[in-house]
Structure formats: structure tokens, C-alpha cells
């Protein structure tokens, strides 16, 4: 804005004479002096700048800024004798002091968050090498260690329960291919057709009943999957965020347990003062952080009861079935759980085979 | 000589094959994207069996949900994780505690219960959506029990839970839904993915 003044004040119409004299030398002063008026505005705009530091939000773009509106601008009206009447638009100017008020909170902001980084970063080193003390939940960290534990053990049981279904969808496809060939021999080879013709309806048999059995194994991976990577995963998620609460707890206390240590001057009381605020403040964060992760704990364990039961007796059902060779209870276990199986065919080749 | 011919020939064919596959072969379809969608409502709203029924799973037998559950229901253009919390009155007060990361609300209510559990569902409902980690969500409130014939209709809820003054400057749908007619569940929940999908491209205001 002060930039748009000066140059509309340095370019303003200077009539001149037909000697070269101006006409209205009180004019000239009044240039002169809007020109101080304009390097004072710009000296004070440096200093607040200098104090409240630089405007961190480039993106922003303020309008009526420099060379933006004609706001602001010293009609020549105004410029008469001596005394001259600075004409500032207040809408740009507000504008402007909201801008710093932005930037001054962004500063303060970035601030903060150099702080707390550097004090953590300073408690986890002196965590790391025995320096510092740390706030310890015996309980609650051994129960957090056999969720990892547990989620692990269960990551293993899907990784292993994946294998089994490819190997088995494999071994189904083979039997298929198998029953075909035994089939195709049938027909053509007559001193040999009912033994090619047994063999084609076990293969048949055998395939329909794996495929009804890798609807159940799939329907047992996706569920462990979601209890996995989605139920455990959330709870797991509040455990990282409570462990980065307790983090930043112990490296305020620190901090403030540093400061009662030192001597008690009027400025150490008030850093004391507010070292004790965000003291409490963390402590509260990690209070909370604490009761969540226990209580989410408490029904995490509840639902992966629940859930692996159901999952358990599927799985064990459904194996036994097909490998006892019983076709109706592999069908029943399939209906108890409610299971819809796709007919042979029914799902569009994949884009591979669309060629 | 002839085998240079034969050399050019076949790398002609390579790359006359290479071009055709690329014009007429389909590419992979990319990845459903994934939400995380918090379901909420009062104990015996039915949530579970509509979640179930959406999953292809048994709904009968439902036992309340202690604690809650976490199911990824797919469709056509989305799957939605959806975190389905107990409505009892011990696991009520841990809702919010279960909020964070949500991307949309679904609220399932009893639309044949009795006027005082329709008051406690409407204070539950404006409390939910009051709350700092869901009040700019997309949300979807299911008039569950239709098929009852105690049921009130969805303009009576409509009016009954001031959905206009509490929704104003959100995006909302009021659904009425019973787990005989699976279509319409389906159709509310493919509506909420338009609106997650929505959220997800507006720009971010500078």
C-alpha cells in the first residue's frame, strides 16, 4: 500500500510554465512532505515486521496490497498548502494488521512446535541412554505388549491361512483339469471307459466340494484380516498416540522438575509458573490417552473373543467336513454360517483374459 | 539375409501385438477407495443386523454388541470400515473415544420405539453431532423398523429429531429402512459414498 502511495505521489501532474518554473510551488513542498509522511509509514511497517517476525503464510494473498486498489491513493485534492491530510483507506489497513495478526500466530505456532520437539527429542535420547526417568503403567504396558504379541501371532494365522488358500484353490483347479482329461479318455478309449468314467466323478466330486471349502477358508481370511489390520490396527493406533503423550508428560516434567531445581528469581517464577501450565496440560492429555487405550484394550479383547469363536468353529467345521469326505455337513456348516458361494463361472474373467 | 527379414518381421509383429493390447485391452480397476465410518444408535436400534445383512452374514440370533466391531462392508465403488459402537448405556460414554479418524456418521434409530427412547435417541444424535470430531462430517441416520406397525414415518422423524436446524451447513440423509428391504439400505449407504466421495474433492480452502 505505502508503495502505490509513493509512486501515485512521485508521478503526480506537476503543471510547468512556459520558462520551465512551476507554477505552484507550494505544491512542490507538499510533494516533499507526503514523501516524508510515505518513508515514516514504510519505517514503522518495518519495525512492527521486524518484531512480529515474517508472515509464514506465503499462500495468503492480501487484497488491496501493494499496487492492488486504489485505496489508499492521495487524490491531489487533498494535496493543497502546507498542511496535508493523510487519506489512508482503514479497510486495507485492517487487512494488513490482520495479515501480521496471522503471521504472528503462525509464528508463535512454529515456535511451539520447536520446543516440543526439541524437548522430546531431548527425553527420548535421555530415555534411550538412562539419563532420564520415565512414567511407567506396569499394568497397562505388559497388556499393550500382548496386543502386539497377539497381533502378530494373528498376522502369522492370516499370512499362513492365505498360502493355504492359494495352494488349495491350486489343488482345485488341478482336480478339475483331471476330471476333464478322465472324461475326455472316457469317451474315447471304450475298453477303458468306466474306470476313466469313476475317476472323472470322484475328480467332479472332490472340486465341488474344495470349492465349497475355499468359500468357507476365504470367508475366515477376510474376517481375520479385518480383526487384524482394522479392529487391533485402531486400537493400536490410540496405544502409538498414548505412548507419544507420555512422552511429551515426562519430558514437561523434566523440564519443570529442572526449573523447581534452579534458583527462585522473579523471571524463573514465571517460567516456573508457566512450565507448571503445560505441565498440567500434558498430564491431563496423558490421563485421558490412558483410560482410552484401557478401555479400548478391555473391548478389543472383548470382540476378538467373539469374533475368533465364530471364525474358529467355521474353520474347524468346514476342514473336518471335506476331508471326512462328507458332502451334506460341509454344505450344512456353509448355510450355518450363511456363506453364498459364487456358481462356477459366474464372476467375468479377469482383464488378463479379456484379450 | 532372409534371417534379418525374419528378425524384422518378428519384431514387427511384437510391437503391432503391443499396440493392439494396448487399445483393446481393458487396464486393471484401480483399488475401491476405503472410508471409515463410525455407526452409532441406542441398544436394540439394529445396527448389527443390518451391518450383517450388508456383509451377507446371519442376522438372526443377534446378541447386543459389547464394546464394538469393526466390519468392512463392500460395494460397488467403495468399501466403508465401518466402526459399530454398543448402544447400551455402560458403552455409551465411550463413544467419542472411538471417533477419531472417522470420515463420515451413520445414526441407526428405533423408528417403533417408545417416545421416551426417541427423546434419548434425538439427545444422542444432537450430542454426536455436536461433538468437535464430527460436527463437519457427512452423516446418514437410518429410520431403522419401518416395517413395525408402530413405526413412524420418516417426515414424522424428520420433524421429531429437528434434523433441519441441526443439520444446517452439513451434509445429511434421512433414510427410513427395515432388514426385509435390503435395497433400500444399500441405496442410503451408496448415497452417504457419494457425499464421502464429495468431501474428498473439494479443495482445501486456503
Redesign the interface.
Known amino acids: 500500500m505505502a508503495d502505490s502511495m509513493m509512486s501515485k505521489a512521485a508521478t503526480m501532474e506537476i503543471p510547468i510554465s512556459s520558462n520551465g518554473d512551476s507554477r505552484n510551488l507550494a505544491e512542490d513542498d507538499s510533494l516533499e512532505q507526503a514523501a516524508k509522511i510515505q518513508w515514516s509509514l514504510r519505517e514503522k511497517d518495518l519495525q512492527q515486521v521486524m518484531v512480529s517476525g515474517p508472515n509464514l503464510n506465503e499462500?495468503?494473498i492480501v487484497s488491496g496490497g501493494y499496487g492492488g486498489t486504489t485505496e489508499g491513493i492521495i487524490p491531489t485534492s487533498s494535496i493543497k498548502g502546507s498542511n496535508m491530510d493523510y487519506v489512508g483507506s482503514n479497510s486495507s489497513m485492517a487487512a494488513e494488521e490482520a495479515t501480521r495478526g496471522v503471521a504472528v500466530e503462525k509464528f508463535d505456532i512454529m515456535k511451539k512446535w520447536g520446543l516440543n520437539t526439541y524437548k522430546c527429542t531431548k527425553q527420548m535420547i535421555s530415555e534411550r541412554f538412562g539419563r532420564g526417568s520415565r512414567t511407567v503403567d506396569l499394568e497397562l504396558e505388559a497388556q499393550i505388549e500382548v496386543l502386539r504379541e497377539t497381533k502378530r501371532k494373528y498376522e502369522n494365522v492370516l499370512r499362513l491361512a492365505r498360502a493355504l488358500t492359494n495352494h488349495f484353490y491350486s489343488m482345485v483347479q488341478t482336480q478339475h483339469a483331471l476330471g476333464d482329461t478322465f472324461a475326455d479318455l472316457s469317451q474315447k478309449s471304450p475298453e477303458l471307459r468306466d474306470e476313466f468314467g469313476y475317476n472323472a466323478e470322484t475328480q467332479k466330486l472332490l472340486c465341488k466340494n474344495g470349492e465349497t471349502l475355499l468359500g468357507a477358508i476365504n470367508f475366515f481370511v477376510?474376517s481375520i484380516?479385518?480383526?487384524v489390520n482394522?479392529?487391533m490396527e485402531?486400537t493400536l493406533?490410540?496405544i502409538k498416540m498414548y505412548e507419544n503423550a507420555r512422552l511429551e508428560f515426562d519430558a514437561y516434567r523434566a523440564d519443570l522438575e529442572e526449573l523447581n531445581m534452579g534458583p527462585r528469581d522473579a523471571v524463573t517464577m514465571a517460567r516456573i509458573e508457566a512450565a507448571q501450565q503445560q505441565y498440567q496440560i500434558h498430564k491431563d492429555k496423558y490421563e485421558r490417552l490412558r483410560s482410552?487405550v484401557t478401555?479400548?484394550i478391555?473391548?478389543?479383547e472383548?470382540?476378538k473373543v467373539?469374533?475368533m469363536h465364530k471364525q474358529l468353529l467355521l474353520f474347524h467345521n468346514a476342514i473336518s467336513a471335506y476331508f471326512a469326505g462328507n458332502q451334506q455337513q460341509l454344505e450344512q456348516t456353509l448355510k450355518?454360517?450363511?456363506?453364498?458361494l459364487k456358481p462356477p463361472g459366474a464372476d467375468k474373467p479377469s482383464?488378463l483374459e479379456?484379450? | 539375409m532372409s534371417e534379418h527379414i525374419q528378425l524384422s518381421v518378428a519384431l514387427c509383429r511384437i510391437g503391432f501385438y503391443t499396440c493392439l493390447q494396448k487399445l483393446c485391452c481393458k487396464a486393471p480397476p484401480p483399488p475401491r477407495p476405503e472410508y471409515d465410518v463410525v455407526c452409532i444408535g441406542l441398544s436394540g436400534a439394529g445396527k448389527t443386523s443390518l451391518l450383517s445383512r450388508l456383509c451377507n452374514e446371519i442376522s438372526d440370533g443377534t446378541v447386543p454388541t459389547t464394546g464394538f466391531s469393526i466390519k468392512a462392508v463392500p460395494f460397488e465403488n467403495a468399501i466403508l470400515n465401518v466402526k459399530e459402537l454398543g448402544g447400551a448405556e455402560t458403552i455409551k460414554k465411550y463413544w467419542s473415544r472411538y471417533y477419531q479418524g472417522s470420515q463420515g456418521v451413520v445414526f441407526v434409530l428405533n423408528s417403533a420405539a417408545s417416545d421416551e427412547e426417541m427423546e434419548a435417541s434425538r439427545s444422542e444424535l444432537h450430542l454426536a453431532l455436536q461433538h468437535p470430531q464430527l460436527c463437519t462430517l457427512p452423516f446418514l441416520v437410518l429410520a431403522n423398523h419401518q416395517d413395525s406397525p408402530a413405526a413412524r414415518s420418516v417426515s414424522e422423524i424428520r420433524k421429531f429429531f429437528e434434523l433441519e436446524p441441526l443439520a444446517r451447513g452439513k451434509r445429511w440423509i434421512l433414510a427410513g429402512t427395515s432388514t426385509n428391504n435390503m435395497e433400500d439400505v444399500k441405496e442410503s449407504f451408496s448415497q452417504l459414498i457419494s457425499l464421502l466421495e464429495e468431501k474428498e474433492v473439494l479443495p482445501s480452502r486456503i
Open positions: 499462500t495468503s477376510s484380516n479385518t480383526l482394522k479392529t485402531d493406533m490410540t482410552d478401555i479400548k478391555k473391548f478389543l472383548e470382540n467373539k469374533v450355518q454360517f450363511n456363506i453364498k482383464w479379456e484379450q
